[in-house]
Structures are given as C-alpha cells and as structure tokens.
C-alpha cells in the first residue's frame, strides 16, 4: 500500500442507491433526465434521484458499462447511482467503478446482476483527496488524448463515407445515351424465398437464409444456424444463378449480396434477381446504395408491423442503365472508393478497441 492510502469498502466512500420506477415522475417536459442501466436516456422526469457528478452502474443487464453523470438525473430501477461521500471526489469514485471488471462479480443466472452488497462491499483504494484529484487530473488527461485518436479515425471513416455517398449520387445521375427501364425488363426472373417454415435438420448440409443474412455484397451463412436437408432444399430451391443479386426486402431493406453456389435456401424476406447481360450485377448493387433507391422504397414499401417492399415494386421500379462499359467504369471507380471506406472501418473498429484496452491498462495501474 502507497503511504497514505487506505483500502476501504465502497459503501463507506460512497453512497450506492438503488434506481426507481419511473413512472411517477415522467414527463415530456420534466428537466431532468431518466437513464437506463447502459447510460442511455429513456425520457425526463420531473423529479430527480442523484446529484450532478454521481455515476451509473447497471444493476441488471448492462452491469459493465458506467457513466459519469454531470446533471442531476433518475435513475431507473435496473441502474444504481453511486455518489462519493464527504472526502471522496465524485470523479475518482467513477473511475474506480470503472476500473472494475463487474461482470466477475455476476449473480445473475439469465440476466447479468449485480446486487448493492456486492458493490457496497467492493474494496477500493482510498488515497488523500489532494492525491485523489491529482489521480482524476492525470486519468482525464489520458482519456482525453486516447478520444482524440479515436474521434480522428471516426471523423475520417466519416469524411470517406461522405465521398463516397457524393461520388456514388453524382455517377448515378442519368446521362446521355442512358435508358430508363423497368428492372423487370433487365431480368430473367425476379421472385423471393418460402413463405413458411422449413423442416430444419441440424445436420443439414443447406443453410435457411432471409434478409438479415445479406450484408455488403456477401451472404452471411454465419449468422445462421437453421439448416435444411437435401429434401427440404429440392422442395423449395429457387433459380438462383451467378446473375443472381439478392436483396432484403423485409424489415431492413436494401442489402445486397450476389449468389455464389453456396447452398442455401431463401426466406420471404430476401428476393432474387437474375440481370441480364445488358445489366451488370454490381452496377445493380450500388443502384441499391443510390439515393434514387431509397427514395423509391421509401414511398412504396408497405407499412405493416415490420417494413416491407412488395415483388411488384421491386420489378415496376426504374432505374437508367448506362453502357456496359461505363458501368465497368462507374463499378470499378466506386469500388477503389468503397475499399477505401472498408479500411477506414476497419482501422476504426481496430482503434477503438486499442482505445479501450489502454484506458483499462491505465484504469488497473491506478487502482492495482
């Protein structure tokens, strides 16, 4: 132990509250906000439970994730509010909490829990209020520079996604010599998947696939674990091809993926496409990324509990279709775009994991 430090519980530091019902205290116009076990605000109050400066730690579901709060707020009953006593500074209590791994201290058997004991009980490191802020000072200086890494990769992710999107409208906009025709007219067939429930067989070799399977050009078997045999596919296969561009229609619409053998089957959700030479597949997959697309299935997809986007739409719609050869060249110029866009995405997500990591390396340097 430091000279001068203490090890105490957290319940002799800070006060650990248990959240409340809010729905005596909503209101639409109420000045306070209610936040959710994940720091999420779920509406305003007209009441508040915690003073400025107290932090959030999920008593059910989200339990490793706390938020240092600045304004006065209500806390839900999923959520605890813990608030530094006299001698304790607020933000070294947060950082504390934060520094914790919760998840090890789970009661829950379904649901992560945390139970007030648990965290009350929490041994904490209590050094000087001088060198408590001295602490806070240093961690939010570090933290401050590691969110400066990550908003950097985020803001040029963002500015290449902002190209791209100018790039994609400006290349989509019809020019001379283009024809305007139905998609129906640029196709062998067009249809979608079973509207039923196949016999699945966890031993199956074929994989059911609906729309939320479909992402980026690519079909996501990963993402499913329904599996059909032999007999299920021959029952309901439909003609899918190397021409095929398959598109949810379901729910989120617009995602795109191109068929290459893989065996599957369709759900109702994801429609098939089989172009015709005079439409090149992956022009037809940025005409999906288009404004002009969006604008469409937003005035004609059907309204019912979830969005969908009838097989009579989709072959009625219209799109202008240049030569191929300036669809080569519209594909491959937003191809090397979106390429660009994919590494930044990656370097994101990459990023802000590194980020993560150094703040807990920091946290448990400070605390250990």
């Known amino acids: 132990m430091k000279k001068g430090w203490e090890y105490k519980k957290l319940g002799e530091v800070a006060n650990v509250n248990h959240g409340k019902n809010q729905k005596a205290v909503e209101d639409v116009h109420g000045k306070y906000p209610i936040y959710g076990s994940g720091g999420n605000i779920m509406g305003f109050a007209n009441n508040y439970l915690c003073d400025a400066g107290t932090t959030i730690l999920g008593r059910k579901g989200t ?59 929490t041994t904490v490191p209590v050094p000087p ?32 996604k902002a190209l791209f999107q100018s790039a994609l409208t400006k290349m989509m906009e019809p020019k001379e010599g283009w024809e305007e025709k139905a998609l129906k007219m640029c196709s062998t067939k067009i249809g979608d998947g079973l509207h039923g429930t196949p016999k699945y067989d966890e031993n199956g070799e074929y994989y059911f696939i609906n729309g939320n399977n479909l992402d980026d050009g690519k079909i996501e078997i990963s993402n499913t674990t329904k599996r059909v ?10 003609d899918l091809n190397e021409n095929s561009v398959l598109l949810s229609i379901n729910g989120t619409i617009g995602k795109t993926a191109f068929y290459n053998d893989e065996k ?6 994801a429609c098939y496409i089989n172009v015709i030479p005079i439409l090149k597949k992956e022009y037809l997959r940025y005409f999906f990324l288009s404004k002009r697309f969006l604008e469409y299935a937003k005035h004609n997809v059907r ?25 080569q060249t519209i594909v491959a110029t937003l191809d090397s775009l979106k390429s660009k866009v994919d590494q930044l995405q990656a370097n994101l997500s990459r990023t802000l994991t590194e980020c993560a990591a150094l703040k807990q390396s920091i946290l448990r340097q400070t605390f250990e």
């Open 63 to 121: 339990i490793n994730n706390p938020i240092f709060i600045e304004t006065k707020f209500w806390n839900v009953d999923t959520a605890f509010g813990i608030s530094a006593k006299e001698g304790t500074d607020k933000k070294y209590i947060y950082y504390f909490v934060k520094s914790q791994d919760w998840s090890k201290k789970d009661t829950g058997t379904t649901l992560p829990s945390l139970t007030q004991k648990v965290v009350k009980d």
């Open 129 to 160: 209020l001088s060198e408590q802020q001295r602490i806070v000072s240093y961690l939010d200086s570090a933290f401050a520079k590691i969110d400066a890494v990550a908003k950097n990769a985020e803001d040029s992710l963002n500015e290449a």
């Open 229 to 238: 045999n032999i007999i299920e596919y021959n029952k309901n296969k439909v």
């Open 264 to 269: 599957i089957i369709l759900g109702k959700s």
């Open 303 to 327: 309204q019912a509990t979830i969005m969908n986007l009838g097989l009579r739409e989709i072959r009625e719609m219209k799109l202008f279709i240049p030569p191929i050869s300036t669809q």
